[in-house]
Every structure is written in structure tokens, then in C-alpha cells.
């Protein structure tokens, strides 16, 4: 079974920057398209950046040119790189990932989520 596990979030002032981890680990053939989730109270789970194996980034149009998504394949990690943090940036977010793995029932390829650290963005 797959994992990931999330580190880095937690509470920075307006303008500051945090950057968030997540790796991988069970026995993993392939990691395609890895990415970060976020979810604000009262609000839907939305895309913040998509990176895929080949290195080609996406962004949500509200963090375009303050985060920088980048991913380490030799370790299956993902980071997030948060600059110019706002307070409306503040959420629960999670890192996903399009993984090709062995399980009970053989190779499967599958979706899977991290448990989600908090980012709080306040003064």
C-alpha cells in the first residue's frame, strides 16, 4: 500500500514562505502526475499545482508566481515552495499522487492522498 506523508505546514505572517513535503513509500513501480490539493473551511477541495513526470507544471491562476512545485523522483517527493503567503492561502493542504504500485492484487495503478497539513496565514 502506498503512502504519502506530509510535512512543513504551519503558521507564517502575511509575506512570509513555507515550503511543504511530501514523500512517498511502498513498493512503487511508477509515480506519474504528483500535485497539491487545498481546502479551506466552508470551501471545496481545489488545485494549487500539478507536476508530472516529465517535469511540466500547472497552476491555479492564484498562485501563479508565488508557488513553485518541484519533485524529486529519486526520492518520490514532492515539494511546495510558498512565497508571498496570503492570509486567503490559509487551508488544510494535501499532497496527491497518480502512482503505479505493487499490491495484494498485483501491479495497480491508483490515486492516493496524504492526510493534509495545516497552512495558516495570519498576523
Known amino acids: 500500500q502506498v503512502q504519502l506523508v506530509e510535512s512543513g505546514g504551519g503558521l507564517v505572517q502575511p509575506g512570509g514562505s513555507l515550503r511543504l513535503s511530501c514523500a512517498a513509500s511502498?513498493?512503487?513501480?511508477?509515480?506519474?502526475?504528483m500535485g497539491w490539493y487545498r481546502q479551506a473551511p466552508g470551501k471545496q477541495r481545489e488545485l494549487v499545482a500539478t507536476?508530472?513526470?516529465?517535469?511540466?507544471?500547472n497552476y491555479a491562476d492564484s498562485v501563479k508566481g508565488r508557488f513553485t512545485i518541484s519533485r524529486d523522483s529519486g526520492k518520490n517527493t514532492v515539494y511546495l515552495q510558498m512565497n508571498s503567503l496570503k492570509p486567503e492561502d490559509t487551508a488544510v493542504y494535501y499532497c496527491n499522487a497518480d502512482v503505479r504500485s505493487r499490491t495484494t492484487y498485483g501491479p495497480t495503478r491508483a490515486d492516493y492522498w496524504g492526510q493534509g497539513t495545516q497552512v495558516t496565514v495570519s498576523s
Open positions: 511502498g513498493i512503487i513501480f511508477t509515480i506519474y502526475t
Open positions: 507536476i508530472t513526470s516529465g517535469g511540466t507544471t
